[in-house]
């Protein structure tokens, strides 16, 4: 949601402890700290063991009764140790927002997420001083376009968020990397051991072979309007009704007229996931499909790029299969990767292109949502 922030949370933040000015930030331990290593060497295997989830990693990953949806198990108990050994790699994208920055930075490291990754990096685009600050403050490693070789940039140290993708998946090592725009505040309301759980599941379909899993939180989206619950529930309480709905349209409720399940233009298509968040609106859809064992594991749902449209929101992918695996364009076969990276002059060409150039609808890319979510999409800057 865009808007200004409010008198509480302007009295929250606290911007006035970081340098202002250029000359301020490079005299300062900000500017000295900001090369030094912070990756922790922390994999998949350390993350399973601390929470105590061997049995509920294996399990699913072995899983063979599950819908085709959600991808296909691994052969042995070898593989699954195998996967123990990747990592998490986290790279955030910002542009001249350090409200909202830290909105988002201090819940990523108050929840505990930053703990989960092995690499940590933030993309910014032509920094302001105090943004640079704040994100060696929380751990981050910097990266300015300016600091990569060949960089496709749209103006004078500027990516568009295309480019900024693709930099994310070729300048790191992590097997699987969590992508996020600024906007995107973990939901602090998650215990680690919850957090830790929803990014086991999603590296478990990555493997199985989903390639993009989302983890944008449902709540203010995904939902169904008020006057469908205030018309066929009165048990719904006021609290849970108002809590239930969407934030300045960034998502569509469930019985949005955009919604069409059974358009056979695909671009009429793109909107179809969004109602996915709502169980009553998959029964009998033989597009999307629950992918959940017995366990007490978060819950996703599972279709392809069909019933979607393409979007960076919060994303866990496998990286190499962003880089390599190739699908049929105009232009020849290609990966998301390479296309990510042809969308380096305007800011919306790659989500554009993927839906109304490419059409991705048609490729049918296996997909996930978690159908809880972690990231909550908080704009403060509105001019951002």
């Known amino acids: 949601m865009k808007r200004e922030p409010n008198s509480n949370e302007l009295k929250s933040f606290s911007l006035a402890k970081y340098p202002m000015t250029e000359a301020a930030y490079s005299s300062s331990s900000y500017s000295r700290n900001r090369d030094k290593k912070k990756n922790k060497n922390v994999n998949i295997a350390k993350i399973v063991k601390k929470f105590k989830l061997e049995k509920e990693f294996s399990n699913f990953l072995l899983q063979q009764k599950l819908p085709a949806y959600c991808g296909a198990a691994v052969n042995t108990s070898a593989d699954v140790v195998s996967i123990g050994a990747h990592t998490i790699g986290i790279v955030a994208l910002n542009y001249h927002a350090p409200l909202t920055l830290q909105n988002s930075l201090r819940t990523w490291n108050s929840s505990g997420l930053l703990e989960f990754a092995d690499e940590k990096t933030i993309i910014l685009n032509d920094p302001l001083p105090v943004e640079k600050a704040l994100s060696v403050d929380y751990g981050l490693t910097v990266l300015e376009p300016k600091d990569i070789a060949n960089a496709r940039v749209r103006k004078e140290n500027v990516l568009t968020i295309g480019a900024a993708f693709y930099y994310a998946l070729a300048l790191h090592k992590a097997d699987y990397i969590l992508f996020l725009e600024n906007d995107f505040k973990m939901d602090t309301a998650l ?67 955009g919604i069409r399940p ?110 809880d979510g972690m990231f909550l999409h908080e704009e403060i800057e509105t001019s951002a």
């Not at 957090?195 to 072979?209: D, F, N």
Request: hydrophobic content about 35%.
């Open 191 to 257: 215990s680690q051991q919850e957090i830790a759980m929803q990014l086991l599941r999603g590296v478990s379909l990555l493997e199985r072979g989903v390639e993009i899993v989302r983890l944008q939180s449902k709540k203010g989206q995904g939902t169904h309007s008020l006057t469908h619950l205030l018309t066929h529930s009165l048990t719904y309480s006021l609290t849970h009704l108002l809590n239930s709905q969407q934030g300045c349209g960034t998502f569509k409720d469930c019985d949005h007229h």
């Open 262 to 371: 059974k358009a056979s233009d695909p671009t009429d298509r793109v909107r179809n996931w969004f109602a996915f968040y709502c169980a009553d609106k998959i029964i009998g859809n033989k597009n999307v499909y629950d992918c959940n064992s017995d366990d007490q594991m978060p819950k996703y749902r599972c279709f392809t790029s069909w019933d979607s449209n393409w979007s960076l929101n919060a994303i866990l992918v496998k990286r190499e299969s962003m880089l390599n695996k190739e699908y049929n364009t105009k232009e020849g076969r290609k990966s998301i990767g390479q296309i990510a990276l042809g969308c380096s002059q305007r800011q919306d060409a790659f989500e554009m292109n993927m839906a109304f150039h490419h059409v991705w609808m048609q490729w049918r890319v296996p997909m996930c949502i978690s159908v």
